[in-house]
């Protein structure tokens, strides 16, 4: 990942809204949420959510996808576990912070240290 679009996503997160956006975006998973159901939980009018849904997919943090007349929105988890990689990898040092892959479940498991 370049600097340049990690710095996008940690802009477009720094957000009050757009933070509780992603983070329910999250917990729908892979399959996502039309934005209706978005805005009736977040309590978000529907042109302030599409605002911030923009912003984050410009960043990379969000998919859409058209489902007949509804476009479903779903967090980019590909991207996210990138930008999480990045910063441990390229932001920290080993004995504070490591990845370890998990190739038997397919899986990465960050390790970080308890400092002093």
């Known amino acids: 990942m370049e600097v340049n679009n990690a710095l996008l996503a940690f802009a477009a997160l720094s957000q009050d809204t757009r933070l ?3 983070r329910l975006l999250v917990e729908y998973g892979p399959d996502g949420a039309p934005a209706g159901i978005l805005s009736e939980a977040l309590a978000i009018p529907h042109n302030t959510l ?3 849904l923009s ?3 410009n960043a990379g943090l969000v998919l859409s996808q058209r489902k007949g007349r509804s476009i479903i929105y779903s967090a980019n988890f590909e991207f996210f ?3 999480i990689r990045y910063m441990v990898k390229d932001c920290c ?3 504070m912070a490591s990845i370890r892959d998990n190739k038997k479940k ?3 498991i ?3 240290s308890t400092c002093c």
């Open 20 to 22: 509780r956006v992603f």
């Open 50 to 52: 599409s605002f911030h």
């Open 55 to 57: 912003h984050m997919s």
């Open 81 to 83: 576990a990138d930008l």
């Open 93 to 95: 040092r080993e004995d």
């Open 106 to 108: 397919k899986c990465s």
């Open 110 to 112: 960050i390790e970080l």
